[in-house]
């Protein structure tokens, strides 16, 4: 049997009593650990669950299904990702390779982003399609994801942003060369998601005279949900890019222009700077 067992967002115990009878029966458990991170090292990991555990970097999942499918017609293999299997878009891949194998398979659910996000009053039903934003380099800076936002404005939906997570980038002078060397994970942060946006409002704005979302817009920043060290902050999108929420993983919300009086109510404890009442968002 091939398991899919997601971990939640919190530590190590957050992974069900279900998902750990699993985890100690396989003959082979591999940990994904690039599209999300845990607030526990491998060590706690391995040393709680009582067994080693292989990592599964991009490489692997992305191009590596066979090699971690393999024997799991035979004895039980599980693939353990942090938050709900489905909350990223990568695992869904993996489920249709069993079912091509027929292998037969089973999905642990867990917490994910996509609804603990919900901690900090704003209500799941008016969330509209969620974006990520990616690190921008010198020469590459997509911005689409800004065209969804506004969508999400103007149908008074809210916006859950998800921050880009860089690991196992080849260092620049190693790019030519056979053996790679790695940069330092980089994980995005509020503030720095906060950056780029305003400069997207400020071309734009420039442009088309875009009113949609400036930089008196209401954000919500988001850090660590689930984790005993999580911070909620709310404030303008210019506050947003000098707050400092501490360490991984951050996540930013740009809420709807409208929103219900408990999710104003619910937001209020969080903003410092702002008396929402009286605030156009
Ligand atoms: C590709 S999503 C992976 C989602 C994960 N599988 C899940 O179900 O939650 C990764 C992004 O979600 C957000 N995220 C995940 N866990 C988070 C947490 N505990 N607190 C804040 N943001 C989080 C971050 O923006 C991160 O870069």
């Known amino acids: 049997m091939f398991y899919l067992i997601g971990l939640g967002l919190g530590d190590l115990k957050d992974i069900t009593v279900k998902g750990l009878e699993i985890v100690k029966q396989c003959s082979r458990v591999y940990l994904e650990m690039y599209t999300s991170i845990l607030g526990c090292s491998l060590e706690d990991m391995q040393e709680f669950y009582g067994r080693p555990l292989l990592l599964a970097d991009r490489d692997l999942v992305e191009q590596g299904a066979d090699e971690i499918l393999a024997g799991a017609g035979e004895s039980d293999v599980a693939l353990l990702v942090v938050g ?5 878009t990568t695992h869904t ?3 249709l390779r069993a079912k091509e194998k027929n292998i ?4 642990i659910h ?4 996509m609804n603990a996000v919900g901690c900090c009053g704003l209500q799941l039903y008016k969330f509209g399609e969620t974006v ?3 690190y921008w380099d010198e020469t590459w ?4 994801f800004y065209d969804k936002i506004k969508l999400n404005r103007l149908h008074n939906m809210h916006t859950l942003c ?3 997570i860089k690991v196992k980038e080849p260092t620049p002078e190693s790019l030519m060369r056979k053996r790679k ?3 330092p994970p980089r994980f995005m942060t509020v503030a720095e998601a906060a950056h780029q946006l305003l400069s997207i409002v400020e071309k734009k704005d420039s442009l088309e005279k875009n009113t949609v979302l400036n930089e008196q817009s209401l954000c919500v920043g988001l850090a660590r949900v689930g984790q005993e060290s999580q911070q909620i902050a709310v404030g303008t999108l210019l506050e947003m890019r000098s707050t400092d929420l501490g360490g991984p993983l951050h996540s930013l919300i740009i809420p709807a222009k409208e929103m219900h009086p408990l999710e104003v109510e619910f937001l209020q404890q969080y903003a410092a700077s702002i008396k929402l009442d009286d605030y156009n968002h």
């Open 84 to 88: 709900d299997p489905f909350g990223a």
């Open 162 to 164: 998800l921050l880009d």
């Open 181 to 183: 060397e790695y940069m």
């Open 93 to 95: 891949d993996f489920i």
């Open 141 to 144: 800076k997509p911005d689409s």
């Open 104 to 107: 037969p398979y089973k999905v």
């Open 110 to 113: 867990n917490a994910s982003i």
């Open 132 to 134: 990520s934003i990616p």
